[in-house]
Nanobody
Framework: QVQLVESGGGLAQAGGSLTLSCAAS????????MAWSRQAPGKEREFVAA????????LYADSVKGRFTISRDNAKDTVYLQMNSLKPEDTAVYYC??????????????WGQGTQVTVSS
């Protein structure tokens, strides 16, 4: 079973940038789509971005399109989320997830523990 460990969260000012990383251990990372989701206090977890196994396809929530970029390095078993032009409403715990398939299905079989992102105004 794949284990996922997020890092890179922290405090940023509005308009600033952060890059999140998610390191995977175990089999099948290279053959799986990956995704980021987030959960703000008092709200349900929401989809942020996803990437296919070969990086050919990506998908973004409307709320982050044009500001966030998902990428992956299969040689390092790591997926990234570059977050630019941050807004206070981006404040949330960000989770990495492993898709059940190689292509983006948004059905996940593994989740990381999450990393906190706080954006101050």
């Amino acid at each position: 079973q794949v284990q996922l460990v997020e890092s890179g969260g922290g405090l940023a000012q509005a308009g600033g940038s952060l890059t999140l990383s998610c390191a995977a251990s175990g089999r099948s990372f290279k053959s799986s789509a990956m995704a980021w989701s987030r959960q703000a206090p008092g709200k349900e977890r929401e989809f942020v971005a996803a990437i296919s196994f070969d990086s050919f396809n990506t998908l973004y929530a409307d709320s982050v399109k044009g500001r966030f970029t998902i990428s992956r390095d299969n040689a390092k078993d790591t997926v990234y989320l570059q977050m630019n032009s941050l807004k206070p409403e981006d404040t949330a715990v960000y989770y990495c997830a492993k898709d059940r398939t190689a292509y983006i299905s948004r059905q996940y079989e593994s989740w990381g523990q999450g990393t906190q992102v706080t954006v101050s105004s």
